[in-house]
């Protein structure tokens, strides 16, 4: 392991990565920092939570220069929830440098606060790529100053269809500039758009090492595709007897229209499901995020792109409803189990038409596939497989000077609920959401009706 201190950083980024806990850095980190800080291009395939952010964020901060105010650096992200990761993860190495000025620009947000925004340049955009070509088209955006550009989960762009955006935000920012693409997976269109976009990238490939590959499980089960709704609710609850459940389950389906009939059926079963994908209004994904991180929701059914920003530690069960398209995909969904330590199971509904995908992720895994012979229990009536939690959401926020803090203390004194009653508590800009025990929901929802937090009515409701 090597220090960040080695690094030829300014003082003010080795504050903060001490204060930050960082001390060594990590691979993706030891063979990307030195060519960026040099001022080369890179291509790096990293996957999430490899520290390939604080890579990035500290070559385009070392970078900076704060006393000239224009745009000098621009990252795109294929998502708003990932977008706004990656805005406050710069905003915690640069928490040490006065005035830098970093501003999130993202779809599905009114465009008259950005607008307002933007009368005097910030220093750092970080934004979805149909947003800010919106607005250099627009020239509310001004890209001739700009010295960093980086693509982040590339491969992700591209299955959302940004390529032809990417290109026509490349082609409006300063010619000479440094690129930097990371991306999960290499595949030919990531290649084509680093020719086109870079110059002599210096390629890093960081894979993760055999002691630090979470433990997952993985089982493959061939089913008939008018059973696959039998063999899902069985695989949530029955194999582990009526009275238990997961306490987190992710469903990948491939199609939209698929995702909304799947979670719509687990409703109509009695669970707490919700779905998840792009056609959403972004409110809507917000909500379901947040009520699924604090355990108000036990089964998130989502496609591989809305899942993306999704970012849950502990996540015991991940199910393919649909087998992946490709290997990469399906390592990308079984990922997303086993994390932080955690073991993690992994199950893949396959039909038989479905066989050839299989057959190239056993390829691509040099390895037989774990299949398993899945044998359906006679359909039993609705069962309730209800969240332990329900989230309550106040219609005040950030600007209204709610703190989390605040409303812990209206729920444990007025409302007379004990702490450990009370889950995760969400603040935004204009709202924030607090998980309840589901048996105790109705008593908060009154009590804060009928009370004041920080001395005030704000209007009160529960979700779902």
């Not at 809305?306 to 502990?314: N, P, T």
Request: proline share 6%.
């Amino acid at each position: 392991m090597t220090a960040f201190a080695t690094l030829p950083l300014q003082p003010s980024l080795l504050a903060s990565l001490e204060t930050l806990g960082y001390a060594d850095m990590t691979p993706v980190q030891e063979q990307s920092l030195p060519p960026m800080l040099a001022g080369r291009d890179v291509i790096a395939q990293a996957q999430t939570g490899s520290g390939k952010t604080a890579a990035f964020g500290l070559a385009l901060l070392q970078a900076l220069q704060v006393e000239t105010i224009r745009l000098q650096a621009l990252v795109l992200c294929p998502t708003r929830e990932l977008a706004d990761q990656v805005s406050k993860a710069i905003r915690k190495l640069a928490a040490n440098i006065p005035n830098v000025k970093l501003l999130t620009l993202c779809g599905g947000m009114p465009l008259g606060p950005q607008l307002a925004s933007l009368t005097h340049d910030p220093h750092i955009v970080v934004g979805t790529p149909g947003r800010v070509q919106e607005h250099l088209k627009r020239g509310s955006l001004h890209g001739g100053g700009i010295k960093v550009l980086v693509l982040d989960e590339a491969d992700r762009m591209l299955d959302m269809g940004f390529s032809e955006a990417i290109d026509d935000i490349v082609g409006r920012i300063a010619k000479h500039h440094q690129t930097l693409l990371f991306s999960a997976t290499y595949p030919d269109e990531i290649r084509a758009v680093s020719k086109r976009v870079q110059q002599e990238p210096v390629e890093i490939t960081v894979e993760a090492p055999a002691e630090a590959k979470p433990a997952i499980e993985q089982q493959f089960i061939e089913v008939e595709p008018a059973h696959k709704l039998d063999a899902l609710a069985q695989l949530l609850t029955g194999e582990r007897g009526p009275d238990s459940k997961w306490d987190g389950a992710l469903v990948f389906c491939n199609m939209r229209k698929d995702v909304d009939a799947v979670a719509q059926e687990l409703d109509r079963r009695g669970y707490s499901a919700l779905a998840l994908h792009g056609d959403m209004e972004q409110r809507d994904r917000d909500e379901v995020l947040v009520r699924f991180a604090n355990k108000s929701c036990n089964v998130l059914v989502a496609t591989d792109v809305a899942a993306r920003g999704l970012d849950i530690a502990a996540l015991p069960l991940v199910v393919s409803f649909d087998i992946a398209h490709d290997p990469d995909t399906h390592t990308h969904r079984i990922g997303r189990t086993g994390r932080a330590g955690e073991s993690g199971l992994a199950i893949t509904l396959c039909t038989p038409r479905e066989r050839p995908k299989a057959a190239n992720i056993e390829a691509a895994m040099g390895a037989p596939l774990p299949w398993r012979a899945l044998k359906l229990a006679p359909p039993r009536g609705k069962t309730l497989n209800l969240a332990p939690m329900k989230t309550l959401v106040i219609d005040a926020g950030r600007q209204d000077k709610l703190r989390p803090g605040d409303i812990l203390g209206a729920l444990t004194g007025d409302a007379g609920l004990d702490a450990n009653d009370i889950g995760k508590i969400d603040v935004y800009a204009t709202r924030a959401y607090v998980a309840i025990s589901r048996a105790l929901a109705n008593k908060a929802l009154e009590r804060l009706r009928a009370g004041r937090i920080k001395g005030r009515n704000f209007r009160v409701r529960a979700l779902g």
